[in-house]
């Protein structure tokens, strides 16, 4: 399978006449404006100048904020501006929108220009948490959203995010089944972390909201990798991006947080063997897959540490033939 890249392109909250009541989206993408075709053209150029495009599929990816949004004038120069590189070994164009941006014109447009995955930012498919958050859409507009693109044939992703102000294992969980049922390819989780000059800091401020702790956020992140994983939903991505205004004070922000989430998994596998065996050993050789080997150890050794409370030697080894979170042990 090849290797996939994607030439990201920040289009900041200029698109964007919403406030979310956790955005702050020049924060987030650390960029006060939105790129100039020439910009454009030279960041794609200088990615593929490092790129092999026989061995690795790569895609131009408008995220940030709400590419449908923008005039559609704005659009076509931003699409038309990234054509000509799909004779030099672009597969296709991703963006990232928000569902209430979407409409039989701009799918239709959309089309035209091969985009080849739509990201829809939902959120979350409760109706109370989508108010609380101001999100200004309900349910039908992204079921509406969904059809659109569905008729086009555009494949389309779902971001949806982890506690959020009215949020619980239970309405994360069914946004999860929901986004499965809609047919989506990808997901994005992202936890929620309230960043300065956004409405939800000043709540959380004056103590009327609670930013979940990042072992919370850990946990329940996890039900819904193990989940999209089970219903073969690609998970693109797990927290957020580091960025200069989010830091490791600011629970549930951590830069590692998706190989917590990972490491998370394989701790629960470990501590059933262990509570299976029953016994302590010598030592212990246990066979990951390559993809698994940094998640199986553990985000600073820690599942390595846990097995080392059991046995004296604990080495790991590569085994590719094993697939997914499979492994094989073998004790002295
Ligand atoms: S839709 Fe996105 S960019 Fe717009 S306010 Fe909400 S989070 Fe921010």
Aim: proline share 5%.
């Amino acid at each position: 399978m090849k290797k996939h890249i994607n030439i990201p392109i920040f289009i900041p909250e200029a698109a964007c006449p919403n406030r979310c009541i956790y955005c702050n989206q020049f924060r987030i993408t650390d960029k006060l404006h939105s790129p100039s075709i020439d910009e454009i053209h030279v960041k794609i150029e200088s990615y593929l100048s490092t790129i092999d495009t026989e061995k690795t599929e790569v895609e131009i990816a408008f995220f940030g904020g709400n590419f449908t949004g923008l005039p559609i004038e704005e659009q076509i120069a931003y699409l038309e501006s990234v054509k000509p590189y799909f004779d030099k070994g672009v597969k296709g164009i991703r963006l990232s929108t928000r569902p209430d941006y979407i409409n039989e014109e701009k799918v239709e447009l959309l089309a035209k220009y091969r985009v080849s995955e739509v990201e829809l930012g939902i959120q979350s498919t409760n109706q109370k948490v989508l108010s609380l958050c101001r999100r200004g859409y309900d349910v039908i507009e992204i079921d509406k959203a969904v059809g659109w693109l569905k008729r086009y044939e555009i494949p389309f992703g779902m971001q949806m995010m982890v506690g959020l102000p009215g949020g619980s294992i239970e309405n994360e969980m069914q946004t999860a089944l929901d986004i499965h049922n809609w047919g989506a390819i990808s997901t994005r989780i992202y936890p929620l972390v309230p960043i300065e000059d956004s409405p939800l800091f000043d709540l959380m401020r004056k103590g009327e909201y609670h930013a979940l702790s990042l072992d919370k956020a850990i946990m329940r992140s996890k039900l819904l990798l193990l989940f999209f994983e089970n219903h073969q939903i690609k998970v693109l991505r797990i927290g957020l991006h580091p960025s200069k205004n989010l830091t490791i004070d600011t629970e549930p922000f951590h830069p590692a947080f998706g190989q917590l989430v990972k490491t998370s998994i394989w701790k629960d596998i470990f501590n059933a063997y262990l509570k299976d065996i029953g016994y302590t050993s010598d030592s212990i050789r246990i066979s990951v897959a390559e993809k698994e080997m940094l998640y199986a150890v553990g985000y600073q050794s820690s599942n390595q540490n846990l097995l080392k409370l059991h046995f004296n030697k604990v080495n790991f080894i590569i085994d590719n033939t094993l697939k997914g979170r499979s492994y094989n042990v073998g004790i002295n």
